[in-house]
């Protein structure tokens, strides 16, 4: 499997991805907002872009749709329940559906609601598995729930299905905000020594060339996974004085979340 991860430039700091299967070079564009980015990509490897999937339905993730399939004549693929919200959807997707890109890139279909209830993640079938995660995961941080989402579920979906995949698993999200997102975890966690020495690590980085995270590092700088830290739970109780001396590890989530949405 090979991995083009495509810096946008836009105002939305996305990222766009191409997933190319080696041996025939069939491609999947991935939330290919920025279209010419995409196929002058596909274009310098010669790859041939068979499949457009939308992570959710999202205009920055969808809007470069149109564009793609009318120049490579791909299927369009998403949540079987965003066929009212994206237009043109050839394959709905439910959880546990395996999408081949030519004959050798398998990638499963997670179902990963929270950000939109009709998102999906793809986890790939490698040696290393890498995880497109859309707007559900980002490094160090969580999506919002402001447009159609529900972070009760979002909760759900770190904790039954994020936080068990492989800590090796490389994180590829749908946007960088990775230096906003550091800021955030430190401020609720100012005793995070490996989220101050990433922070400024990737300040100045290239997002041309981005640092891809991983599983095990996001459990240590992402403030959402980080539900049951003293320091966590103590600058909670700060913000929401009638928080229980014990809280669920749920709790702790939404009201991050809560925190997060006035960053």
């Known amino acids: 499997?090979?991995?083009?991860?495509?810096?946008t430039g836009n105002a939305y700091r996305n990222f766009n991805y191409l997933i190319a299967c080696p041996q025939s070079g069939e491609a999947m564009a991935i939330d290919p907002l920025d279209h010419e980015k995409c196929l002058a990509t596909a274009k310098k490897h010669g790859w041939d872009i068979t499949q457009v999937l939308n992570t959710h339905e999202h205009g920055d993730h969808t809007g470069?749709?149109?564009?793609?399939?009318?120049?490579?004549?791909?299927?369009l693929l998403a949540h079987a329940n965003a066929k009212d919200k994206?237009?043109?959807?050839?394959?709905?997707?439910?959880?546990?559906?395996?999408?081949?890109v030519g004959g050798t890139v398998e990638l499963e279909t997670l179902d990963t609601p929270g950000h939109t209830m009709s998102h999906v993640c793809l986890?790939?079938?490698?040696?290393?598995?890498?995880?497109?995660?859309?707007?559900?995961?980002?490094?160090?941080?969580a999506g919002n729930c402001h447009n159609g989402g529900h972070p009760h579920e979002l909760y759900a979906t770190f904790v039954s299905q994020l936080a068990t995949l492989g800590d090796n698993t490389l994180v590829y999200p749908g946007h960088d905000y990775i230096a906003n997102n550091l800021e955030f975890t430190l401020d609720r966690e100012p005793d995070n020594t490996r989220?101050?020495?990433?922070?400024?690590?990737?300040?100045p980085q290239d997002t041309n060339n981005a640092l891809v995270s991983t599983l095990a590092l996001e459990k240590e700088i992402n403030a959402f996974f980080r539900l049951h830290s003293p320091t966590v739970i103590a600058g909670l109780r700060e913000a929401f004085p009638d928080l229980p001396d014990e809280p669920d590890a749920e709790t702790v989530f939404v009201k991050l979340r809560e925190l997060r949405n006035a960053w």
């Open 1 to 7: 499997m090979i991995v083009e991860q495509i810096w």
């Open 86 to 100: 994206i237009p043109g959807i050839d394959r709905g997707l439910a959880a546990g559906e395996v999408v081949m």
């Open 64 to 75: 470069g749709n149109a564009a793609v399939i009318a120049a490579t004549g791909a299927i």
């Open 195 to 203: 989220a101050a020495e990433l922070l400024a690590q990737v300040e």
């Open 123 to 141: 986890l790939s079938h490698t040696d290393a598995p890498a995880l497109f995660c859309g707007d559900t995961l980002f490094n160090a941080g």
